[in-house]
């Protein structure tokens, strides 16, 4: 079972940037693909970008040219930095990690932006 720790999130204004943090513990089976989803209240969780071993990454169409996801192997750990933030980006972020078996989940972290 792998463990996910999301860090970063926050309280920020429009046109700040943040970033955040996920630290995936080692499981049994090599990590394919890590990512970022978000959901906003009342709407349904969607991905944000995500990179897969190789370092290939896919980003939604709503952060592309604001968003940039790197991943540390050596560490199990991927990030996101998010930049000229909007008040739309306000979600709880969750962490995505995927093995060849299983998908795993952070339990979250809430980035509020203000206007």
């Known amino acids: 079972q792998v463990q996910l720790v999301e860090s970063g999130g926050g309280l920020v204004q429009a046109g700040e940037s943040l970033r955040l943090s996920c630290a995936a513990s080692k499981g049994r089976f090599s990590i394919n693909l890590m990512g970022w989803y978000r959901q906003a209240p009342g709407k349904q969780r969607e991905l944000v970008a995500h990179?897969?071993?190789?370092?290939?990454?896919q980003y939604a169409d709503s952060v592309k040219g604001r968003a940039t996801v790197s991943r540390d192997n050596a560490k199990n750990t991927v990030y996101l930095q998010l930049s000229g933030l909007k008040p739309e980006d306000t979600a709880v972020y969750y962490c995505?990690?995927?093995?060849?078996?299983?998908?795993?989940w952070g339990q979250g972290t809430q980035v509020t932006v203000s206007s």
């Open positions: 990179i897969g071993s190789g370092g290939n990454t």
């Open positions: 995505n990690v995927q093995d060849v078996y299983y998908t795993y």
